[in-house]
């Protein structure tokens, strides 16, 4: 049963036989994650992380204008871009 497997796999080009053993010859859901039959890439979960907390700074401490908010917030929308284009980067590649 394994020997079926790992015949389809050689030759669908995933991997290959070296002098040792089988080998894998290239990644095709590198910085994934599986939860089930759903696969997201692995910056999926700074976006979740981003977007949480420009939800709570926004949500908690709405009546600030100081600067240190600002510039925290400036740092989690700029986290939260950087995290979304890495993700849909991912995605574009691995489809």
Known sequence: MAEYHL???VQSGLVREGNEGYVVDRMVWQNMIRMRRTVIPFQAVYSL???TALVVMVAV???QTSQ???FGLAIIVVGLGFSLYETLRA???NV
């Open 7 to 9: 015949k389809k796999l």
């Open 49 to 51: 992380f981003f977007a």
């Open 61 to 63: 401490f709405r009546n």
């Open 68 to 70: 240190g908010y600002l």
């Open 91 to 93: 995605l574009r590649q």
